[in-house]
Structures are given as C-alpha cells and as structure tokens.
C-alpha cells in the first residue's frame, strides 16, 4: 500500500471532551431517545397498521418484520460501529497504520460475503415458509364464505356468493367476515388495478384487469379494521378506503342475511326524490325500479358504518353533504353531485336513513 | 509571453507562459466563443458540463416538487395542492428526479471525467454526445414545461397499464410522459456508446484494464447496463403509444392484451436503472474515499467484480416490483433470492473501503464527510432492501411509506450524496475554483440531519398503513405527527442542499484558485491544469499503474507519447486489454449539425403526439440533417 504524506494544515487536532460537554451530550442522548421510544410506541396498534395483527398471517408477518428490524439494527450498528473504529484508529493515533492483507481479507469475507449469503438463506427461507403459510388455503373449511372484491373507480364492491356462486348478497365499502374461518377473496377489476389491503389481516394483493387473484382472510378475533386501496388507481386512491368487521358466526349469518334482503322501504317521496334526481341510474336498491350497476349497492345503505368508502361517518350530516357537494369532500368523484329542493332532500336523506 | 491568445480564454487570468506549441493545439481543440458557438461544441468537457448544470436545475425544480407534496401532506385533508394537481406533480417529481436528473447526471460526471481519467483528449464520438445533450435539454425541458401549463401526466412515474391507456389517462399528460422517456433512451444510449468505445479503445498507452480507476470501472458498467435495459422501456413506451395514438391493444385485456406486460417491460428497465445510477455513484465513493486516505483501494479485483456482478444481477431481479400481482410464489422466490444477492455485491464494496479507511489518516473535508454521509445512509436503505426482498414482508409494506422511505434511503443516500462529494471534490478541477469548506461542511451536516428526519420516520408511517402516492389522509388513523416531522425535515433537507447551490454560486466568482492537484489525488483527472486544457492534455500520457500520479511523485520519472499532430483532433487508440498504442484516431471539430438534427428529432417526437404523419416526417428531416452532419468537409477543414 502506497501512503504519500499530506499537507499539515488538514491535520484533525483531537478533541477533548470536557466533563460538561459529556453531561451535555448524556442529557441529549437520554432526551432523543426518550423522544424515539415514544415515537414508536404511537400509532402501532392502530386500526390499519402492520403491527397490530390481528389474524395468524398478520402475526406471521409482523414476527418477521420484528426479527428483520432487529438483525437490520444489529447490522447497521456493527458496520457504522466498523467505519468508527476505522476512522477513530488513525485519528487518536496520529499516524497512518494500515490494517494487515489478512486481516482485511478476513474484514471483507465476513461482512462483504459470509454475512450477507447468511442473510439471503435466511430472507429467501423465511420468505418461502411464510408466504406458502400465509397464501394458501390451509385450514379452509367447506363453509367458509367466499367473497368477490371488486375494485371500482373509487370504492369496492364485496359480493358474497354461495356453494355454487351464486351471489347471495351485494354490499360496497364494507366487508364482513366470521371470526376463525379462512374467507376466499376473489380479486376482480374491469377498470384499473387496485390493491386490496388490510394490514392488521393480510398483506396486499392487486386487482387486475383479466386477471384472476385469490386472497384469503382469517381474523382471529373479532374486530373492525381499516382497509386502503394500496395501488396507485387515479384522483382518489387516496380515500378509496373500506372497513372490514370480524363477527362471531352467528351474528355474521344475522348480517348476511339482512344483506341478502331486499331493501326494507320500497315506496314513498324518499324513493321518489331518489329516481327522479336520476340515483337509480347508477345506484341498485332492490326490491325497487333502482337498478343501476356504476355506482354502489345502496339496499342497506344505512346499516354500514362509513360513507364515500369509509371516508365519511354514516350520519344524516355527512349524507346529506356528500349526497349535495360530492366534490368538496371526493373532487373527481364519478358520482354527480344533485341539488334537490330542500323538502326533497330531507325526504331523501329519511329514505336512505331507513335503509337498513 | 504576456499576449495570451485568446483561444486560452480560461486561463485567461494566469499568467503562466504558454509555449507556442501548447498554444497552437490549444486553438485546434478550441470550442468557438459567442452565443452561436455555443451549439456547436463538442468537446467532452463542454458537454459534460451541460449535462451536469441541465441536471441539477432539473433536481432543483423536481426537489421544489418535493417539497410542496411535504406541504399538502402536513395536516390530514389539506387542500394545498388538489387532487389533480398533487397526482401531477408526483408524477413529474418521480419522472424528473429519475430521467431527467439522476441518469445525466451520472451520464455527465462519466462524459466528463472518463476522457480525463483515461488520459484521451475527447469521447470517441464528440458530435454523438453533443446531439445526445440537446435531445435531453429539449425533451426535458418540455416534460417541466407541460406542468406549468396544467397538461402534465398523473399516472406516477411508473404509469402502470390501463391508467395510462387511451381509456383512463384522456388529455395529453401521458403522451408527453412517453415521449420525454424516448428523449432520454435516446439521450442514455448515445452516452453509453460513446463511453463504451471510448473506454475500451482510447484509454492513454499502459492503462490496461487492470489499471483503470474505478470509477472507470463503474461508468463502464453503468453503459452496458443501459444498453442492455433500455430497449425493454423502449419496447414498453412504443407499444403505449400505440395503444393511445393508432389503437393497438397491446395492454388491453379484454382483446387479448395483458396489463402485466407493461409491468414486466417496466421493471425489467426500471430495476437495472435504479443501479444505472447507483454504480457510478459507488464509483465516486471509491475514488473519494481512495483520494482522503491517499491509499490504494484494498481489494481492487473485488471492487470490480462486486460492481460487475450488480450490473449483472441487477437484471434478474425486476419481479420484486411485482410481489403483489399474484404471479405463483414459486416463481417470486426465485427473486427473492436474486434481490437478497446484491447485499453480498454491497458488502464487499462497503468492506473493501472499510478495510481502505482502518487506521489510515483520513481528511475530513467535505468530500470525505458526504461519503459518509452516504455510508450511514445507504446502508441503513441497502438495509430495508434486503427486508423488501422477502415476500411475505413486501407484500405488507409494497406501495405504502415505508417501501418511499427505503428507496430515498438508497437513491437519496446512494447517489446523491456521492453526486455532491463528487461536486465537492471535483468542482476545482472543472472550474478552477474551490467550494467553500466551512459552507460545504454545514451543508453536509444540515441536509444529513433534514433527509433522515424527512425520510426515517416514513417507515414507521408505512407500517402503519399508510399507501404511497396518496394526496391526502384522513384524521384519526395516527399519521399526523410523522407526517409534520417528514415536512419539517424536508425543508431542512432543502435548506442543506440550499447551501451548497449557493456556495456553487458564491465559488464561481469568490472561490479561492484551484491549484491542479488540490486533493493530492492518484488519477490522471488531476494531472492537467484546473480547468482542464481544450485538448485534455499537452502531451498524451504513459501509464505504469492504477495511480500514475503518486507513481510520478515517487520515481520522479514521467512517459508521455511524443509524435501527436497538433494542428489537427489527435487522440491516441490503444487495444483493448492491456492498452498497447494501436493507431491515432482524429477527431471531428466544432459543428452545429448535432443540434440541427436534435431539433428535427424534437418536432417530430412531439409531433407524434398529434399526428402519425410526423413519424415519416421524422425521418427523412431527421435523414437530410444527417446528410449534412456526416457530409464529408475538404480536407483543410477536417484537418
């Protein structure tokens, strides 16, 4: 190795640390890393957060990634803690002091092949164990539901088929599944690709045009959780968002069956107001002349906990805003925003308030 | 001899004599002064220059971008920016900060440095890289230009398929996404031609391949990986702008065309570019880090390989994009392995400087303080990468903060903080000026401390459950705090790298003079005068090893070729292994063709955005100024 002298004036006079400095800098330490821990522990049990699962795979995934940031922080510590000592050296020394041919050989080998090759082993094994576990249909019972999800501009559509697929009941934006069993979600799209995700269940799985994809969901407990369209899908992936509530088999079966029904009004100025400012064009009631396919299935409107894909409380408020200035709340919304007369709005927002 | 010529206009202010011979090839590799001169040179230093200045403007204005998606997503429901608006700005953000930034300027630090450090006096084909500028001035220059007038694409940077097809993406944005790719393809493989000749063929008698710097190393790599990753995006951007503009249905599933092909097409591209600019920037770091312990590199042979094996493997890792798309686990754990694979790549080079710095006299001066600067930095993303690779993991953070927080870490870390050592290290010897120190210094620190504070806390954001590309949030979901720090920190971010464009400026007029060598660094770059000579070098020099420069220092004992015409373009060919003297290539002189054609290439590009017409006009307009580019001059001039 070739060392050449350098000019003095780059020399790095060593600095001491006088008693203050270091009380200084202890106080410091201890204020950002009360600062960090606190910041980790905000926000991790949330409603739509990897960390809190709340299902088998969830938990799987969240294990791992617990196991990668720990070896991730064990190895940036040893390699920066590396570059420090490899600065420091010469630094206190004062002198160039090479390290030997067979020790950096043994330097590199280890950290530049032996640690990253373990590292691969274990990420590709872990990666293949795991997600064979957590995408496939193990432990399926015959009764588990089978639901398609359909990505739409900007909401979902959940239709629940039966044993031989035929759609039991149509609801949008609100997906409901029994605690314990393995659901089969079926990923359709016919216009762009989406992404279905709820991180406490399941990690994401795109829906694509001509495409066939499978999810399974199996919530452990019950519970209601956030989903969030994930795949960049036009003006309002941002609030194309949808609940998922885990229920015990018996209250599900009451739910299903409620949605299975037809709508409980079928007549009266409410469903007037409704087809005659042009909402069944789009929007399906059933049991009523409201058969529109675009827009989502409003036959139970009133039973579900959010509107505009769960970006709005269901409350009479919130309708009746979204229902007359859609495009303040969602701007590029496909529905129209309608201005009925004041009467003609209450008795909607009364209809649609009854649907449940 | 007091009366300087003119033609030494840059050396203009010195005062020390210039021998009549020096002064004579001085004039003949001269770039003609004055506002009309300007587009016709062709010298590499010209050129590359262009390219680096074009470059950072452009990071200027995408990081401007940047910085106003922060402010909309200060507070959850912000109305800042619109939903429209927000969806095209990152879109252009992202295009920007990848095509029109990252790649050329990599593509310039390589066009101006390679010729130097292989100690050639040009690029073996100067109008090529003159003509490859102006398309990627003027392409990139209307990309910006269709946001200011509300027509800018909003279908993100990676313009998946059927969002950007003729039934979703109405209006012209997408058409213009496409053709400003075709500019740069066109712009990146002239770059890469013409380094890889030049690299191969005119590399200074004894520089065999065994002694090339690695940074040489690096820019070659990086031109067989665009030749080889280009023409997929090519493929892909064609096949788009049929589906838009004549109706084909390439992407459309329902007559048979499939989505994921233009995934596929995408990221088999998309993944090696991201190494196209991360393999010269590692090649900065090598280079810097070898200048500041003034040592050789320990395990050159390594270093060469891990940077090959990135290039090599970089291609066979593009389904990590894809986890999500539901292609048979099997098949994706193939990439996962694949993906993992480059971190052996990684560690060596990280390893090999590790070993280079232990217990050696390091200068701490800005340079040194970017690389590490991007050593805490990339790693920490090379980190993230690593996690990513695994698809049970990728399938809960792919498309959400965390996968942003990762590749900033890495693109951010890994090559723009290498880019800003490099311009730390080398603005003496492009300007003959050096950067200020106390300022470079500050503005290492402030924007180390600003990107991990905008950056780090958008793990955390990712994990919990916050999607990428997403305008606005809704309260409640425990997002607000991180994401007013991720602000705070981006202004701080941008107010370090603040600090460095104005100490640019501030140098440029204020700076102290620069002598040749101010670093006392090893490769041939610093053996001619700060700035440069017109032809390079007086004499061609002779190489015995990797470091010619502190070889001369000790044997005190200098080779040059003797016998070089100087009254004509001369530069020296030698083989392409071990550099033997093969034969004198001469090259062209100033010219204005190279833009003529850029220009008649533009119209046409843009011009298929209307008409189909333009495609048969683009060619024989394209064809007649190439006529007069490659028209044989008489021989007094071409001599």
Redesign the interface.
Known sequence: ???????DH?D?PRRRQSPARRRLARRWFRAVSAMAAA??L???D??????APSSED?R??AL??WW?FGA?AL??AV??G??V???S???R???????SFR??MV??VS???V???L??VA??Y???M???E??GADGRSATAPTVEVDGRMWWWEFRYLDKNGAVIAVTANELHLPVGERARLR?TSD???H?F?V?NLQ????L????D??LYAQPAVSGVW?G????????????M?FVVVAQPRPAYETWLADQAADAAVTSGPGLDAFLNNGCGVCHAIRGTAADGQAGPDLTHLASRATLAAA?LPNTRGNLGGWITSTHEVK??ALMPAIAPEPEELQHLLDFLGALK | MNDIDPALDLRARRTDPIHEELAEIERTWLSPPGFFGWFTHVNHTSIGLRFLVTSFAFFLIAGLLGLAMRLQLVTPLNDFL???TY?QVMTVHGTAMMFLFAIPAVEGVAIYFVPLMIGARDLAFPRLSAFGYYIYLIGGTVFFASLFVGMAP???WFN?V??SGPE?AEGRGVDIWVTMITFIEVSALTAAVELIVSIFKLRAPGMSLNRMPIFVWAALVMAFMIMFAMPSVIVASAMLTMDRLVDTQFFN??LG????LWQHLFWFFGHPEVYIILVPALGIVTTIVVTFT???V??YT?LVL?IVGVGMVSFGLWVHHMY???LP?LG??FF??AS??I??A???????W??T?????????TPMLFV?GF??IF??GG??G??V????????????YFVVAHFHYVLVGGAVFPLLAGLYYWFPKVTGRMLHERLGKWSCGIAFVGFNLTFF?MH?L????M????????PG???D??NQLATVGAFVLAAGFALTFWNVFRSLRAGDAAPANPW?APTLEWATTSPPLNCNFAEQIVVRSD?PI?DW??TGRRAVVGGMRIDRRETIVTTLLDARPQSVQILPTPTPWPFYSAVVLSVCFFGLIFSPWFYVAGIFGAFATFVFWFLPRRRSEVI
């Open positions: 190795m070739i060392v050449v002298g350098r000019p780059h790095n910041l980790l905000t926000g991790c949330g409603p739509q957060s990897v960390l969830a799987l995934m791992l990634s990668f991730g190895i940036l390699t920066l590396l570059l000592i490899a600065l050296l010469a630094w020394g004062g002198q160039s002091r090479p390290i020790a950096s330097l590199v950290g530049g092949v640690a990253p090759a590292a691969i990420v590709t872990t990666g293949v795991i997600g064979d957590t995408e990923l216009n762009v690709i992404s995700w991180p990690g994401k799985t795109d694509i045009p001509g495409k994809n499978v956030r969030q369209c994930a795949e960049f899908c036009g003006m309002q992936h941002a609030l968002g970006t701007p590029g | 619109g939903p429209e969806n909003a279908a993100g998946y059927p969002l979703y599933p329902d065309g499939s989505p994921l003034q040592r050789s320990f395990g390594a891990a999500a798309t539901g686990l994706r754990s996962q392995a993992s694979m971190a052996i990684s560690g060596v080079q990280i390893y090999c590790i070993a710095m232990w217990g050696a006299r390091i200068r701490f001066d590490l050593f805490a790693v920490t980190l993230t690593v996690m690779a695994s698809v049970p993991f990728d399938r809960q953070v792919h498309d959400t806390p955390q990712g994990l919990e459950g999607p990428r590309r997403i305008y606005t949030y809704l979901l425990g997002w705090f991180l006392h470091q502190w220092e000790r």
